[in-house]
């Protein structure tokens, strides 16, 4: 296939960055111009002569421009937002850098299929999709706040997995200081996994063990200049 042509659905793709598969199939199907039988020789030829890049497996992008790892993820596992110990690193409230990218969808399907994102130098970054039911649609696509991502953090590894004593460990590397904590209160006693009060009991006893400082009502203020707003990636798919 010609470059101009490559270039012809790059427009076409109005500005998303991230496409799959089927994307291409539908595009040169529709305008006539691939037997979709022989897409995947033509797309493999395209990464090879460094056109095209492949991001995971059915998923690609334009190698001079490729999209940050959090747009992908949710792209491919769309609606989707970014949550968790990588939201957390990402907001500066985690002290360690987390390279594991863990998305929330409301599609439970998702949830079994874990993916890696592969990118230039050989870096890879594993996808974790967790399903949770009434997932806040107004982030999809997004960062989650601090918040809001430490409530699925906690509501999700603690209250569905059990992995407490991870918890334990992991309270000591996040800067309290930095959270709403009235916020995530609220956030913990409405998470839609209905795990919250346990959530609460546990931070409680962490405070009793010194390891945060959180006030018997879990939010007695707000750090200053803090703002509630959620972290905006690239337009997904």
């Known amino acids: 296939m010609r470059y101009r042509e490559w270039m012809e659905f790059k427009r076409a793709l109005e500005g998303r960055r991230v496409f799959s598969l089927q994307d291409l ?5 529709a ?42 993820a949710v792209t491919v596992a769309w609606p989707a937002y970014v949550s ?6 990402l907001e500066g409230v985690l002290s360690q850098g987390i390279h594991t990218i863990t998305i929330m969808t409301p599609r439970a399907w998702r949830s079994k ?10 870096a890879r970054y594993p996808v974790e999709v967790r399903s949770l039911k009434r997932a806040p649609t107004d982030l999809f696509g997004k960062v989650a706040p601090t918040e809001i991502a430490l409530a699925d ?8 997995e059990g992995k407490w004593s991870y918890l334990r460990q992991l309270a000591g590397d996040i800067y309290w200081d930095e959270v709403d904590l009235e916020e995530l209160a609220q956030r913990l006693r409405n998470h839609p996994s209905g795990r919250g ?20 009502s879990l939010g007695l203020k707000t750090p200053k200049g803090r703002k509630f ?7 997904a798919a």
């Open 25 to 29: 199939a539908t595009h040169f199907g």
């Open 84 to 89: 968790m110990e990588r939201a957390l690193s």
């Open 153 to 160: 953090l906690f509501c999700v590894r603690g209250g569905i």
């Open 229 to 235: 707003t959620p972290r905006t990636l690239q337009p």
């Open 31 to 72: 305008v006539g111009r691939l037997n979709p039988r022989s897409l995947r020789v033509i797309t493999h030829r395209a990464v090879r002569e460094g056109i095209l890049w492949r991001l995971c497996k059915g998923w690609y992008a334009f190698a001079g421009d490729l999209p940050d790892p959090d747009e992908v």
């Open 197 to 216: 009060e346990s959530v609460l009991r546990f931070l409680g006893e962490l405070e009793r063990r010194g390891i945060v400082q959180i006030g018997p």
């Open 113 to 122: 299929r874990p993916f890696t994102l592969e990118y230039p130098g050989g």
